[in-house]
C-alpha cells in the first residue's frame, strides 16, 4: 500500500490530514459496479467534499447512495443538488424520520442491490473514512475473494487521529474487546464503519433481518458475516476525526451497543 502522506503546508492549529494515494486498479476491477452508500444526518458541509472526492477516484462504476433522515440543516436539498451535478451517479434517498444509523444502512445498501450493485461500500460522511482507500479496499476484496474488507483502526500499520485524547481511544479499545470477548468473532476493529461488501455476503446476511438502529448495527454485520461463513479481510487505514459538526453518538446507542452483542449471541444460537 502506498504510504499516507500529509500535506506539506497547515495551520499549527489545525489537525493534520492523513491523505493515503489512491491505488490504481486494473480493468475490469476499475469499472465494476461499487455503489457507496452514505447516511446523513446535519452533513451539509460535509457531504459535497465527501461526495466530489468520491467522483474523483479512477473507478467509472462507482456510485454514490445518500441517505438523509429528514436532516434540518438541509443536507437532504444539498444531496439533491449533488444528484443533478453528476446525473446516473449520485441518488438520494429521503427518509422522513431519523431512527437510526442501522436502518438507514438497510435502506441504503438495500436500494444499491436493487439497482444492480456488485460491490457495496460503506462511509461515514463526516470525513474520517479518507476516499483514497476505496480503491484498495475494492482491490483486496476482488484479489482475495473475501466477502468483506474492512479498513481496520486496529490491525498493524493502523492508526487514529492525534485529536483522539487518551479517554476516548481507551473507551474505543475497551468497546472492541468487549464485544470480541462476548462473540468469539476474529476481527481487530469489530466496530469499524469502512468497509466494501460483495453483494453476495450481503444477500447471505439478510438485511431485512438485521435488528441493530444505532452503531450495533456494525457489530451485527461483522457477527453475522463471520457466522455464516463470509471470509472477512482487514486492512490498516488512519482514521481522522471530524472538523465540521458534531458526533451523532448518545446515551441510548451506547446503551445498545453494550447490549446488543449478549442479544446478538442469543439469536444465532438459537438459529442454529
Known sequence: MPSPSTPPEHSPSAPVRVTPEPVALPEPWSSARLTVVVPTYDEAENLPVLVRRLMSLDLSGLRVVVVDDNSPDGT????DKLAVEFPGRVSVLHRTTKDGLGRAYVAGMTRALEDGAEYVAQMDADL???????PQLLGTLLSTGAGVVIGSRYVPGGSLS??????????????????????????????AGFKVWRASALEVLDLASIESTGYAFQVEMHYRAFRRGQKIMEIPIHFEDRVIGQSKLDGAVALEAALRPLRLRRAENLRR
Open 128 to 134: 474520517s473514512h479518507p476516499v483514497g482507500y476505496v
Open 162 to 191: 492525534e485529536q483522539w485524547g487518551l479517554k476516548r481511544r481507551l473507551l474505543s479499545g475497551w468497546a472492541n474487546t468487549y464485544v470480541k470477548t462476548v462473540l468469539s468473532i476474529p476481527v481487530r476493529d469489530v466496530t
Open 76 to 79: 437532504g436539498e444539498v444531496a
